[in-house]
């Protein structure tokens, strides 16, 4: 079974600009979850979709967004972006059950903004 | 305070010994555990989840959940140097009505030969 993954896995961007990363889930996987890790955050959740409907969101600004599609795809984009956003950038996917769920991380964009 | 917290080391153990890591949460409803992996420069792998008190073994690991204490550790035993990596605990909330992880900062672990 093919896991996680991610495209681009590395980009290069200038302030100002803005990017659109893509990740396809675990064949059957219906939730699909973005996550930033930096050195000095470490890892954090931005929002989670679920059946192409955004079940959870955390205390990112509105710059980040995101969306899926009905074949559980899903991209997210970030505008304007700022220094601050060179981080990798992480999905994870699992079948959507909330109590016992288990999340899968593909591989990471690795994002640098000069 | 953060929800979740983790020693982040390192914490060097010798080839075979036993590796303890531990973890504490702040949300006493939380029902949901990880322990991941993390390689430097790869993203994270998932070694076992844990839902219940008690012992979860897998292999030459070892999980450990007491919601009383609102603390979870893992314990790798016989470790060896492909075992150096840094350990993340991740939680899932009990406030969040999704898939919501909380990770704590990680343990970087370094076993010696």
């Known amino acids: 079974k093919a896991g996680v993954t991610q495209t681009p896995r590395y980009l290069i961007k200038t302030r100002g600009q803005q990017v659109t990363l893509s990740c396809s889930p675990i064949?059957?996987?219906?939730?699909v979850s973005w996550y930033q890790q930096t050195p000095g955050q470490g890892l954090q959740f931005l929002f989670e979709y679920f059946s192409e409907t955004q079940r959870n969101k955390g205390n990112f600004p509105g710059r980040f967004s995101g969306r899926q599609f009905s074949n559980s795809r899903s991209e997210m984009n970030v505008s304007t972006l700022e220094l601050g956003d060179s981080a990798l950038y992480l999905c994870?996917?699992?079948?959507?059950?909330?109590?016992?769920?288990?999340?899968?991380f593909g591989p990471g964009t690795r994002l640098t903004v000069l | 305070q953060k929800e979740v917290e983790q020693n982040s080391g390192p914490l060097s153990v010798p080839e075979g010994a036993i590796a303890s890591l531990n973890c504490t949460y702040s949300d006493r409803g939380s029902q949901s555990f990880f322990w991941y992996r993390q390689y430097s420069g790869k993203s994270p792998e998932l070694i076992m989840s844990i839902y219940s008190n008690g012992d979860k073994e897998d292999g030459r690991f070892t999980a450990q959940l007491n919601k009383a204490s609102q603390y979870v550790s893992l314990l790798i035993r016989d470790s060896q140097p492909s075992d150096s990596a840094t350990y993340l605990c991740a939680v899932k909330m009990n406030n969040n009505a999704g898939n919501m992880l909380t990770f704590g900062g990680g343990t970087r672990l370094m076993v010696k030969p």
């Open positions: 064949s059957g996987h219906r939730s």
């Open positions: 994870a996917s699992s079948f959507g059950k909330i109590s016992t769920d288990t999340q899968y």
